[in-house]
């Protein structure tokens, strides 16, 4: 299994915005939360996982609706590398947490798929 903190994840609703004669972009946010958890990633070594994968994403409780945040955590766990294509996703969980340690606003933990579920 793996196990990654990251920022606070940011809502798909603040993820991108249009832009006249350019389409959607990512906004300056998402633009900062993705540098800062690629960095977080980073400083946990890098870890990587190949193949298909069940994801947990544990959040701190908050004012979000709590499925809005797995986009932008999935994504940025295959633009670091962790995943190799989060279409590989067999299993997602996504939930409110207030177990989690000081200072931890996000924990993603990643395992391969089990066979035959």
Do not use: F
């Not at 499925?67 to 299993?91: F, M, T, Y």
């Amino acid at each position: 299994m793996i196990k990654i903190h990251l920022p606070r994840p940011i809502s798909v609703n603040a993820l991108y915005r249009n832009v006249p004669g350019k389409g959607r972009v990512k906004t300056k946010a998402y633009r900062v939360w993705e540098r800062a958890a690629k960095w977080e990633i980073l400083a946990q070594g890098s870890p990587r996982m190949l193949g298909p994968y069940e994801i947990e994403i544990l959040v701190r409780p908050g004012r979000e609706d709590v499925p809005n945040l797995e986009k932008c955590v999935s994504d940025v766990l295959q633009s670091a590398g962790v995943i190799e294509n989060d279409r590989l996703c067999q299993r997602l969980i996504i939930a409110w947490s207030d177990r989690l340690r000081a200072g931890v606003e996000c924990s993603v933990n990643l395992q391969p798929a089990t066979k035959g579920k």
